[in-house]
């Protein structure tokens, strides 16, 4: 296994257009995250899966915002008709069963720019 | 509501001291506190943690600290080397982690 995946690695997108973004975690971890980093921020919640059960959404998760993980395996991040405020770094994360506090493992981040 | 915060953007330190960087918090439910280190363009990599219940909690160069009575976790490196420079974030757990807003570290050789 070679840690959690986040796949593009860069997004340039004209503002109003729709992305997408996919993150495969570590297989046996059932939690996964969505953060998002700003310039000078640090990571800000978004959302978290146990599983394929989305369990909670951060007030930042806006309608345009949609996150799914239908399998409970990988997930998938969709922003709708994109904002130049969208522009920034989305990060995954994952995490194992027993919560063991060294298994929180991010990926490199999807870094997305909106023009 | 920011619930974990770092204080001091940057730090500058001198190859061969202690780096010592802070971190407050004001949510009394937070169960572990961690450190991550990031660098550009990678996500932020796991460096130490402490749970709520202990004071201290130390691994090679990094030492943690946590005054539970202050709400305020420390972060020592020491010696410090060069490729300590990076942006190093605390975090707190609850059900998820929250994060403060990293402090720069440079370290000058």
């Known amino acids: 296994d070679t840690g959690v995946s986040q796949d593009p690695r860069h997004k340039i997108t004209k503002r109003g257009q729709n992305v997408t973004f996919r993150c495969d975690p570590i297989?046996?971890?059932?939690?996964l995250y969505w953060y998002r980093q700003t310039l000078g921020q640090g990571p800000e919640f978004l959302t978290y899966f146990q599983n394929e059960a989305q369990l909670e959404k951060s007030r930042l998760l806006s309608d345009r915002f949609s996150a799914e993980r239908p399998k409970g395996s990988f997930s998938t991040l969709e922003i709708q008709r994109t904002e130049q405020g969208d522009s920034a770094m989305y990060l995954c994360?994952?995490?194992?069963?027993?919560?063991?506090?060294?298994?929180?493992?991010f990926g490199s981040g999807t870094r997305l720019t909106v023009v | 509501d920011q619930q974990v915060k770092q204080n001091s953007p940057s730090l500058s330190v001198q190859e061969g001291r202690i780096s010592i960087l802070n971190c407050d918090y004001t949510?009394?439910?937070?169960?572990?506190f961690l450190w991550y280190k990031k660098y550009p363009a990678e996500g932020p990599t796991f460096l130490i943690s402490i749970s709520s219940i202990k004071d201290k909690n130390e691994d090679g160069r990094f030492t943690v600290f946590l005054n539970k009575s202050a709400k305020h976790l420390s972060l020592h490196i020491v010696p410090s080397q060069p490729g300590d420079s990076a942006v190093y974030f605390c975090a707190a757990r609850a059900e998820k982690l929250t994060f403060g807003t990293g402090t720069r570290l440079t370290i000058i050789p």
């Open positions: 949510n009394s439910m937070f169960d572990y």
């Open positions: 994360a994952s995490s194992p069963p027993d919560r063991k506090i060294d298994g929180y493992t």
């Open positions: 297989s046996e971890h059932n939690r």
